[in-house]
C-alpha cells in the first residue's frame, strides 16, 4: 500500500493565472474525491468519482473548476483563472466501493495565490 | 447524512487515556460512525470505523452507546504524537461523501 499521491505539495501563483493538481490513488480503488480545507475549517467536499465517471460535484466546485480521472486511475484537478479565494489546501482520498469503507487522503496541495 | 457536535478542544496529559466524545443523536440505521484525525500540514488519517459494535484496533477504541446516538474515541495511552484534530463523521452506506465538521483539537500534555 503505497498511499494516496498528490503532486505538487506546494503551489503559489499569481491571480489569473491557471493551475493543475495531480492525485494518483492507492491502485485497487476505483473511487477517487477531491476535497478543499482552508484554515480552521474540517475539509469541505468537491467532486467525486467511481472509476471515470464523475458522479457528483459540490457547489462550490465554481465554472473555474474541473477534474477529471481519465483511465480511471489518477486524477487532475484544474482551476483556471485562479482568485485568492482559492488559496487552500487541496485534498484527493481513495476508497474502495464496498459501502462502508473509509476514505484514504494523501497529504495534500497547499495552493497560494498572491 | 447525519450531523455531529464535538467539543472543540480538550487536553490530556501524556501516558493517560484520552476519551473524546462526539453526539450524533440524528444518525439514522444505516449511517456508519468514523473518526479521522489530522496533524498539522499533513491529509486526515482515518482511525476507526463501527456501525453500533464496539470496535479495536492497533490505534483506538470506539465505543456506541447502545442508542447509537453518540460515540466516544478512546486512545488508551496518550502520546505527544496524538496531539491533532480529530473527526467524527456519520455517513451511510450508500454515501458517496464524508462531511467533516471542525472536529476536536486535542492537545497532550507532557
Known amino acids: 500500500d503505497t498511499g494516496v499521491s498528490q503532486d505538487p505539495r506546494h503551489k503559489i501563483t499569481k491571480r489569473g493565472q491557471n493551475v493543475t493538481f495531480r492525485c494518483d490513488p492507492i491502485s485497487e480503488h476505483n473511487r477517487l474525491y477531491w476535497y478543499r480545507q482552508t484554515l480552521g475549517q474540517g475539509p469541505e467536499f468537491l467532486t467525486y468519482?467511481?472509476?471515470?465517471?464523475?458522479?457528483?460535484k459540490s457547489r462550490l466546485l465554481s465554472d473555474r473548476f474541473s477534474a477529471e480521472r481519465p483511465k480511471g486511475s489518477f486524477s487532475t484537478l484544474e482551476i483556471q483563472r485562479t482568485e485568492q479565494g482559492d488559496s487552500a489546501m487541496y485534498l484527493c482520498?481513495?476508497?474502495?466501493?464496498?459501502?462502508?469503507?473509509?476514505?484514504?487522503f494523501g497529504n495534500g496541495t497547499r495552493l497560494t495565490v498572491t | 447524512d447525519a450531523k455531529t457536535t464535538q467539543p472543540p478542544s480538550m487536553d490530556c496529559a501524556e501516558g493517560r487515556a484520552a476519551n473524546l466524545p462526539c453526539n450524533h443523536s440524528t444518525i439514522s440505521g444505516n449511517e456508519y460512525v468514523y473518526w479521522y484525525r489530522q496533524i498539522h500540514s499533513q491529509g486526515p488519517q482515518y482511525i476507526i470505523h463501527?456501525?453500533?459494535n464496539n470496535e479495536t484496533n492497533e490505534m483506538a477504541s470506539l465505543i456506541i452507546t447502545e442508542d447509537r446516538k453518540s460515540s466516544t474515541l478512546i486512545l488508551p495511552h496518550a502520546t505527544l504524537r496524538d496531539t491533532a484534530v480529530y473527526y467524527c463523521i456519520v455517513r451511510s452506506t450508500f454515501g458517496n461523501q464524508f462531511y467533516f465538521g471542525t472536529g476536536t483539537s486535542l492537545t497532550v500534555i507532557p
Open positions: 468519482f467511481q472509476n471515470e465517471a464523475q458522479l457528483e
Open positions: 482520498a481513495s476508497s474502495s466501493d464496498r459501502g462502508n469503507s473509509p476514505l484514504h
Open positions: 463501527g456501525l453500533k
